[in-house]
């Protein structure tokens, strides 16, 4: 997945969660943050940011916020879109006579609806942005929507019907996803869960560009009980 443009930013603040002001070639921006999450160890005043300007006509911003470079240098990818388009990409590569996005079950929107061979898998994608010590974890707020696409998931596993949650890693030498329970302790849980009914864990690091992010690798978390 790569940015048609990029430019970089020094960031200044965070307004509300939807907008950022930054320091581009001399002036003050607004731009828009392509992340509602709360983002805190990342976007601190003075970090470098990078923007892109998707050209979309009636916006009231120019830029959109899609990585920042945390203390110590390690770049993050923090463009919620991301990750379904990088496993898109992915996914493309991997042989499946048929992807098809936002596919309905139960009273949700699961992220793909893989085919192939007469196999149905419902796959689940979560983007990662918190690095803590080299390991990932999700959420960094809480979402009662993730843990809501984990019960249907569940419940698929129930019916038969293989399933798979994904972790897309948004930066590079993190290998690892652990829920964050001190965040949100219903998605630890509802995670448990969905590992001991079955459903498939899989890690996705990823190269980090200021302009890209490419999946690199697929690490198959051990099912519950058998590590």
């Given at each position: 997945?790569?940015?048609?443009?990029?430019?970089?930013?020094?960031f200044?603040d965070?307004p509300?969660?939807?907008?950022?002001?930054?320091?581009?070639?001399?002036?003050?921006?607004?731009?828009?943050v392509?992340n509602?999450?709360?983002?805190r160890?990342?976007l601190?005043?003075?970090a470098e940011?990078w923007l892109?300007a998707?050209?979309t006509?009636?916006?009231?911003?120019?830029?959109d916020l899609?990585?920042?470079?945390k203390?110590?240098?390690?770049?993050?990818n923090?463009?919620s879109?991301?990750p379904?388009?990088?496993?898109?990409?992915?996914?493309?590569?991997?042989?499946?006579d048929?992807?098809t996005p936002?596919s309905?079950?139960?009273?949700?929107?699961?992220d793909f609806c893989l085919e192939?061979?007469?196999?149905?898998?419902?796959l689940?994608v979560?983007?990662?942005?918190?690095?803590v010590?080299?390991?990932?974890y999700?959420?960094?707020?809480?979402?009662e929507r993730?843990?809501k696409?984990?019960r249907?998931?569940?419940?698929?596993?129930?019916?038969?019907?293989?399933?798979?949650l994904?972790f897309v890693?948004?930066?590079?030498?993190?290998?690892e996803?652990?829920p964050?329970?001190?965040?949100?302790p219903?998605f630890?849980?509802?995670?448990?869960?969905?590992?001991?009914?079955g459903?498939?864990?899989?890690f996705?690091?990823?190269?980090?560009?200021?302009d890209?992010?490419t999946v690199t690798a697929?690490?198959?978390?051990p099912?519950?009980?058998?590590?």
């Amino acid at each position: 997945m790569r940015y048609a443009s990029i430019v970089r930013a020094v960031f200044l603040d965070r307004p509300n969660r939807f907008i950022a002001h930054v320091e581009l070639n001399g002036r003050v921006e607004t731009v828009h943050v392509k992340n509602t999450g709360r983002c805190r160890e990342l976007l601190l005043p003075g970090a470098e940011v990078w923007l892109t300007a998707p050209g979309t006509a009636g916006r009231s911003t120019t830029y959109d916020l899609v990585a920042v470079r945390k203390p110590g240098g390690l770049l993050v990818n923090i463009d919620s879109q991301a990750p379904n388009r990088v496993v898109r990409e992915w996914l493309e590569g991997q042989g499946w006579d048929r992807i098809t996005p936002e596919s309905r079950y139960g009273s949700s929107r699961i992220d793909f609806c893989l085919e192939r061979g007469g196999e149905r898998v419902l796959l689940e994608v979560k983007g990662c942005t918190l690095e803590v010590g080299g390991i990932g974890y999700f959420p960094d707020a809480p979402t009662e929507r993730g843990a809501k696409h984990l019960r249907e998931l569940v419940r698929a596993r129930r019916e038969g019907i293989r399933a798979a949650l994904a972790f897309v890693i948004q930066m590079d030498g993190v290998t690892e996803v652990r829920p964050n329970t001190a965040t949100h302790p219903g998605f630890g849980e509802a995670l448990r869960e969905a590992e001991e009914a079955g459903v498939e864990i899989l890690f996705l690091p990823c190269r980090a560009e200021p302009d890209s992010l490419t999946v690199t690798a697929q690490i198959r978390r051990p099912r519950a009980g058998s590590r």
